[in-house]
């Protein structure tokens, strides 16, 4: 009986894990971005703007996201984000703002439509941050649009 309900129990956590990443596919795999301007500052956002740490700077990334699905809406926070050097560096978003730099949680994009935002990472100095990728898997480069410290 025992091992019946283990052997029960893990075909759970196994179908839940399969269903997670099967889902995941499937609610958004027509979101599209690209990168359309990209610049730093040593402070995040308003309200609540504070300053980067020693050593580090915001890089601030304006990013046009669409959402090309017919039914789903789709939820983009600042944590789905990350930049990285193509090395060992990767960091992944601090903040979201809006167009006028004013800090937001998440944005929401309907179906068959388009939000431009600002992506907020805080970045060690003089680093050079070449790729931008959403949840670790689209990628657009930022090397010929990321600015001299």
């Known amino acids: 009986m025992k091992m019946w309900m283990f052997g029960m ?6 179908g839940a894990a399969v269903m997670a990443g099967c889902i995941d ?57 990350s930049v990285d050097d193509n090395g060992t560096t990767e960091v992944r978003g601090k903040f979201l703002a809006s167009m006028d730099l004013r800090k937001v949680d998440s944005i929401r994009v309907y179906p068959d439509s388009e939000k431009m935002v600002w992506v907020i990472f805080e970045v060690p100095r003089d680093s050079g941050m070449l790729y931008i990728r959403y949840r670790g898997t689209l990628d657009e480069p930022l090397e010929r649009k990321l600015p001299d410290y």
């Open 9 to 14: 129990t893990a075909v759970l956590i196994i």
């Open 25 to 81: 596919e499937v609610v958004d795999p027509d979101l599209d971005f690209a990168v359309m301007d990209v610049m730093t500052n040593s402070t995040s956002p308003n309200p609540e703007s504070v300053r980067a740490d020693d050593g580090y700077e915001f890089l601030y990334v304006k990013v046009r996201i669409g959402n090309e699905n017919r039914d789903t809406d789709l939820t983009v926070g600042p944590k789905t984000f």
